[in-house]
T-cell receptor, first 115, second 110 residues
Framework: ETGVTQTPRHLVMGMTNKKSLKCEQH?????MYWYKQSAKKPLELMFV???????ENNSVPSRFSPECPNSSHLFLHLHTLQPEDSALYLC??????????????FGPGTRLLVL | QKEVEQNSGPLSVPEGAIASLNCTYS??????FFWYRQYSGKSPELIMF????GDKEDGRFTAQLNKASQYVSLLIRDSQPSDSATYLC??????????FGTGTQLKVEL
């Protein structure tokens, strides 16, 4: 596989469920990102990892818990979500976090519906 | 004030015409500017990036950057129906934090 992959592509969960989103990049990048995309809103950066270390948490509620075991894999653990958390969750990667000129490449996203 | 502003559209252009998409940003220290295309139900894909003032051409696409006026635009020449999508403008400052606009929906009509 090439590029950035995400699983599952679609997820329906109840508010009491626990689930995890997975992202894997095959580009040899060192930085990985989680974004949330809701209807009519700009893409919102949630978390950033650079060389496996979390470098940014954009005031994301604790019901979202990221994990980055290595530079190629990124997880987003979900628990006790709310219906307003329903959105498209996108993973992205870039060569690294610094420099300000690194292009980010996106995965296909996970469409999440919280009932 | 939104950090990155785009007209949500839809912008309708006839096939073969030039589509002009505009974006303004508030952070004068912004360094890099990206245009992503997003088809309905899909993830964003990079179209072009530009770092320096002026024009940058890639095939039918031209990105234009004016840092003094804090705007960046994307021109699509010979627009095709397959260009119909939402175009996202994204801007980075230091640390490679990408800030996105809400996107402009483009419709290319036959």
């Amino acid at each position: 596989e090439t590029g950035v992959t995400q699983t599952p592509r679609h997820l329906v969960m109840g508010m009491t469920n626990k689930k995890s989103l997975k992202c894997e990049q095959h580009l040899g990048h060192n930085a990985m990102y989680w974004y949330k995309q809701s209807a009519k809103k700009p893409l919102e950066l949630m978390f950033v990892y650079n060389f496996k270390e979390q470098t940014e948490n954009n005031s994301v509620p604790s019901r979202f818990s990221p994990e980055c075991p290595n530079s190629s894999h990124l997880f987003l653990h979900l628990h006790t979500l709310q219906p307003e958390d329903s959105a498209l969750y996108l993973c992205a990667s870039s060569r690294d976090r610094e420099g300000g000129q690194e292009t980010q490449y996106f995965g296909p996203g996970t469409r999440l519906l919280v009932l | 004030q939104k950090e990155v502003e785009q007209n949500s559209g839809p912008l309708s252009v006839p096939e073969g015409a030039i589509a002009s998409l505009n974006c303004t940003y508030s952070d004068r220290g912004s360094q890099s500017f990206f245009w992503y295309r997003q088809y309905s139900g899909k993830s964003p894909e990079l179209i072009m990036f530009i770092y320096s003032n002026g024009d940058k051409e890639d095939g039918r696409f031209t990105a234009q950057l004016n840092k003094a006026s804090q705007y960046v635009s994307l021109l699509i020449r010979d627009s095709q129906p397959s260009d119909s999508a939402t175009y996202l403008c994204a801007v980075t400052g230091g640390g490679n934090k990408l800030t996105f606009g809400t996107g402009t929906q483009l419709k290319v009509e036959l």
